[in-house]
């Protein structure tokens, strides 16, 4: 377990990690170093250079401002879990986060790592695209947003140009009358979940929001529950249908037994009994 | 002097492990030391066509690059050590590097050795192999089948060895009033040890001696089988095992990486040192279990168990490993009837090979695959004939007057009182009152199961006679050293080589309480053939019983020489002294006293000893056991099972075992708890997959699920203390009792769980996705 030779910088600004991006042809940055390491270890990644951003100023930091929650891409899933502004302005992140991995995992680990990252099977994905969050980016062309119902295109995949940085994630205030959940079925040996549900109910219930992670190969929103449960009105009567509508919906694949969607509508239903029962 | 035996003292090794002080194998650096990496095979059966190493010698820092056919005339095979009789064992040819053919997944074809072990790596990437893959079986009964390819071109049909014990028992089977017949998967298991494999080995030059420090659970068997592999005699070569992180029978074999590194430590006059990865740990180290089972019982209506039956396909892997044949052979086939008095039993095992990693002893090696076997197959029987599984069990659990039992093959059960242990484990549960709430809550759609497991094990391995009755290549006894130091401090060395099971704490209490003096006066020394000088090593739950054996007879010795002592400086006779708590005193005068502390001094001074007394206190003491132990008990699980998703809940875990004599609860109980854990991860999570060319799917901690903490209940746990009279200190062991007794209680508590929907059994482990497709399959989903 032992990576292959690699140059390693420190940059300190986001600018320069953008010009270190550039100038090679297998430049890999590194923030928690929990998914890169591993692979680099495994020599499945074997980058010419390693560039630190874990001391980049910019990158660190939880604010709000209008509404909208700007985490910074550095913080670390302990951080987003324990964040009093991201507990009372975003709940459902604070729960997500709290739930990745184990203690030391969520000491290094960062939001943007994950984000970046985009194993198919990581939690985040779920509760940045349920929260309709953005991605604010860096790169040669200066600065863009990227919403995240289009920033995960494959597993391990991102819409993040080759030489572009994620800076911080944007998550809109939720809703002060809104309740969450972010329901995981940990895989008994990896601990990633098999199937995570992040989903809210706000605005008097005219606001159901749902993104499923885990089971395909990229987060989804289960958009046909959405609009069955803004119509319908989230109750126990509606809930079974829309497990029922997400589960026929979703895109997993390789579903043999027919496992997969039984655990959709299995932990779609439970998210949401969840959710209402944390509404009173 | 406070009683310390029965107490549960701390392990006294924890001060170091849990603080980071321990040394393990991998923790050293001598001078001069490089590094070893080796090449292995990406393909689980090949022709090796050509190796290149001229890219990978020429990077920096390379010493030298080694392939099979640098070694292949100057080592010897590496050998098995195990070869059950009239068995018609073949052997397996089996190279440190392999040479022209690859036969799993993590064979070694070369060796890199670097200055640094990423230079080692790195070098090792460039090595170029030519293969010209073969067809792979990885499949323990379709490898016997015609025209599969052969695994070894000497081993027709891939048959390794067949065994058989007990007679034909056609007859028996004919006339019983019911049959019941089934077949299980004892799926294969991945040990998983803390730490991984290492060795580093140095030669001296001046005195031609080779020092090994290697993970081992047996320094001495390592030093035997080295020793013929490297061609270095015993008495220049010097295995060491330091702290060792748990092997579960897995650092029992001798393994080509210790082999190579040696060879290469004369080769290039440096220290080198190998440490395996995770990643090769799970390719290259031993597995456990895999078998096929063909199981039938017979009995009586009335559910009197008459004859049980097996015929085993016994998957070995690509070579025959250290104790690989003795698994599942004599210690599975002679104990298939477990704790029932069972009047005809057979059993038939094919030990085979296939294109996978080498399958050796793993935590109660072949009586789990025994008890499994037995335990639900009373209860596959009690559901046929629609008895209680506990009715079956008390009609034929072996009587508690029966003792000395001897079973169908000739095994001599020591003592116990089964009936005993399920009593106290029945009462534990309420069982009246469960069976009626499981009843009320099927009605709500709940479904919640029981499941039994009253086992007995065979352990303390064991007389050396009998090691050598049944093909072991070695004896089963075991040495120990007492020395009294002349201020009446002890080193204690035993040839037992303890790996995480506390026994620096344990036997320490045994010669405190016998010397009566402090624990903390004791140092337990293990682990090095140059400071002990014989033993047989750590595994079959055998260190306590016979290693503890020869350390209580070795403090005996000490005791008595003391007591010439003491009677000659008390001026009275011998008979007339009396020792008790670090005291020798005249009979009917205890004023008229003198320390153990004194008498040691004086016996090192040598002033003044009686006549024929020789200077100096210590003992020795080579024990061998009378008998193998048979610890026992009643185990019990509740689950519940969600039938929406096919999740298990383990709800109540009871365990009554009964270990003889215990010295330390402590220890017993973490004994007990990690054995259950174990035990459960097989029922439920474990079960190593490869694929049709002989991959492994399950290559690494991401998808090898082995168990958390989490994932349990408190585990309620309750013993009887019945002594085993084959040894003095009438203990019977306890490392293995759980992972054998528990996996059966599971699966059990399960299928009961499962009954409304007619399911009767599922292959181990029972994944939530298993037993949900089972139940729409049942059911078509209620
Ligand atoms: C034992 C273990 C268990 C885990 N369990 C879980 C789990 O249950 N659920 C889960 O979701 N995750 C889990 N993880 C993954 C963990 O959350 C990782 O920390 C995370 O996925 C990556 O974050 P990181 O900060 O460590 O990123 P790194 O490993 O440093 O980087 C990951 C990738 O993202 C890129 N990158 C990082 N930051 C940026 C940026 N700002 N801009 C552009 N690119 C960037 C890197 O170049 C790299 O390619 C686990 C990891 C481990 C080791």
Redesign the interface.
């Known amino acids: 377990m032992l990576t292959a030779p690699f140059e390693f910088r420190r940059a300190s600004t986001v600018n320069e990690a953008s010009d270190l991006l550039q100038q090679g042809t297998e430049v890999k940055l590194l923030a928690g170093g929990h998914s890169l390491l591993p692979l680099m270890k495994l020599r499945l990644a074997a980058p010419e250079m390693v560039v630190d951003i874990s001391g980049i100023p910019e990158l660190h930091g939880v604010s709000v401002h209008d509404g909208v929650v700007t985490v910074g891409a550095m913080t670390r899933h302990v951080e987003v879990a324990q964040n009093p502004v991201i507990q009372a302005e975003a709940p459902l992140l604070s729960k997500t986060a709290a739930v990745i991995g184990d203690v030391q995992v969520r000491n290094r680990g960062t939001i943007g790592g994950s984000l970046c990252h985009a194993d198919s099977a990581a939690d985040l994905p779920a509760a940045v695209l349920a929260l309709d969050a953005q991605m604010v980016v860096s790169g040669p062309d200066g600065i863009r947003k990227i919403p995240a119902s289009e920033f995960f295109v494959a597993p391990f995949v991102t819409a993040l140009g080759a030489r572009e940085v994620l800076m911080a994630v944007e998550v809109p205030a939720m809703p002060s009358d809104a309740a969450s959940t972010y329901l995981k079925r940990p895989h008994p040996a990896s601990g990633y979940p098999v199937i995570g549900v992040a989903c809210w109910v706000g605005n008097g219930g005219t606001s159901v929001k749902m993104a499923i992670t885990g089971i395909g190969s990229t987060a989804f929103r289960a958009v046909e529950a959405e609009a069955y449960l803004t119509e319908q009105g989230v109750n126990a009567s509606s809930i079974g249908e829309a497990a029922r509508l997400a589960a026929v919906h979703a895109p997993v694949e390789d579903d043999v037994t027919g496992y997969k969607r039984q655990l959709v509508n299995v932990y779609v239903s439970r998210a949401l009994h969840q959710t209402m029962a944390g509404k009173d | 002097m406070p009683q310390v035996m029965g107490q549960a003292l701390k392990r006294h090794e924890d001060i170091r492990l849990i603080r980071g002080r321990g040394q393990y194998t991998d923790d050293m650096t001598l001078p001069g030391m490089v590094y070893a990496k080796m090449v292995r095979s990406p393909y689980a059966h090949a022709k090796i066509l050509s190796v290149d190493t001229q890219a990978a010698q020429a990077m920096p820092g390379v010493l030298a690059v080694f392939t099979g056919q640098d070694t292949k005339d100057e080592l010897g095979l590496i050998p098995t050590a195990w070869i059950p009789p009239n068995s018609d064992l073949k052997m397996t040819p089996h190279p440190a590097l392999a040479f022209d053919t690859v036969r799993y997944v993590g064979d070694a074809v070369a060796v890199v050795i670097a200055e640094t072990?990423?230079q080692a790596?790195?070098a090792a990437?460039q090595v170029q192999v030519q293969y010209q893959p073969l067809e792979a079986v990885v499949h323990p009964r379709e490898a016997v089948e015609d025209g599969r390819p052969q695994v070894h071109e000497e081993i027709d049909h891939n048959i390794a060895f067949h065994w058989t014990v007990g007679p034909d028992l056609d007859a028996v089977f004919q006339q019983a009033e019911v049959v019941v017949r089934h077949e299980f998967r004892q799926q294969r298991l991945i040990p998983n040890a803390m730490e991984p494999r290492a060795a580093l080995a140095q030669y001296n030059n001046a005195t031609d001696e080779l020092t090994v420090w290697v993970t081992t659970q047996n320094p001495h068997i390592h030093r035997f089988l080295l020793s013929g592999i490297l061609g270095i005699p015993e008495h220049k070569l010097r295995v060491v095992a330091i702290d060792v992180g748990g092997g579960f029978g897995s650092k029992i074999a001798c393994y080509p990486d210790e082999v190579v590194a040696s060879w290469a430590a004369r080769k290039l006059h440096r220290p080198v040192k190998w440490t395996e990865?995770?990643?090769e740990n799970f390719l290259i180290t031993s597995h456990g279990r895999d078998h096929v089972q063909e199981v039938e019982l017979a009995g009586t209506r009335d559910g009197q168990i008459q004859a049980i039956r097996v015929k085993a396909y016994s998957n070995l892997g690509a070579y025959l490993s250290t104790a690989g044949p003795g698994v599942p052979t004599i210690l599975f086939g002679l104990i298939i009837n477990g704790a029932y008095n069972i009047p005809h039993a057979s059993a038939d095992v094919y030990g085979v090979v296939t294109n996978t990693t080498p399958v050796d002893a793993y935590r109660g090696a072949g009586r789990p695959e025994a008890t499994y076997l037995i335990e639900r197959m009373v209860d596959l029987y009690a559901r046929e004939i629609q008895m209680d599984p506990v009715a079956v069990r008390e009609k034929n659990l072996v009587q508690a007057e029966a003792f000395p039992y001897t079973n169908p093959f000739g095994l001599q059960y020591d003592s116990g009182n089964y009936q005993g242990t399920l009593k106290i484990a029945l009462d534990m549960l309420d069982y009246p009152k469960l069976r009626e709430e499981q009843a009320a809550l099927r009605k709500d759609g709940k479904y919640i199961g029981i499941g039994w497991s009253t086992y007995v094990e065979m352990c303390g391995l064991g007389p050396s006679e009998v090691a050598g009755a049944v093909g072991f290549q070695g004896g089963l006894w075991e040495s120990a050293t007492v020395r009294v130091h002349p201020t009446g401090k002890v080193t204690v060395f035993t040839g037992a080589s303890p790996h995480g099971q506390g026994e620096e704490t344990t036997f320490a209490q045994i010669v405190g309480q016998e010397l009566g003096i402090p624990v903390d006066d004791i140092e337990i020394v293990h682990g090095d053939t140059a400071r002990i000088s014989m033993g047989w090593g750590t595994y079959g739950s055998r260190t306590t019983a016979v290693g503890g054996g020869a350390i209580h007879l070795a403090t005996q010795k000490v005791i008595e020489k003391a007591k010439k002592i003491a009677a000659h400086k008390l001026e009275v006779s011998e008979s007339d002294v009396v020792f008790e708590d670090g005291m020798f005193s005249v009979s009917g005068v205890p004023d008229r006293q003198v320390s153990f502390q004194a008498v040691t001094l004086d016996a090192y001074l040598a002033w003044s000893l009686p006549e024929g007394v020789e200077p100096a206190l210590e003992g020795t003491a080579f024990y061998d056991p009378k008998n193998f132990t048979y610890p026992f008990g009643a185990h019990v699980a509740v689950v519940s099972v969600d039938p929406?998703?096919?999740d298990i809940h383990l709800m109540r875990y009871i365990a009554v075992d009964d270990i003889g004599n215990i010295i330390n609860p402590m220890i017993v109980e973490g004994q007990i708890h990690g054995g259950l854990v174990q035990g459960i991860g097989q029922a439920l999570?474990e079960g190593a997959e490869y694929d049709a060319e002989g991959q492994l799917l399950t290559g690494s901690?991401?998808?090898?699920?082995?168990p958390?903490a989490r994932?349990f209940p408190r585990f309620e746990t309750a013993h009887t203390v019945t002594p085993s009279p084959h040894n003095p200190l009438g203990v019977k062991g306890v490392g293995e009792t759980g992972a054998i007794a528990s996996t059966p209680a599971i699966v059990n508590a399960v299928m009961d769980a499962l009954h409304p929907f007619g399911i009767r059994d599922l292959p181990m482990p029972l994944t939530p996705?298993k037993v949900?497709?089972a139940i729409?399959q049942n059911q078509g989903g209620r």
């Not at chain 2, 901690?701 to 082995?706: E, K, R, S, V």
């Open positions: 072990p990423y790596q790195d990437d990865t995770r990643q929406d998703t096919g999570y901690l991401l998808d090898y699920a082995m958390k994932f996705e949900w497709q729409q």
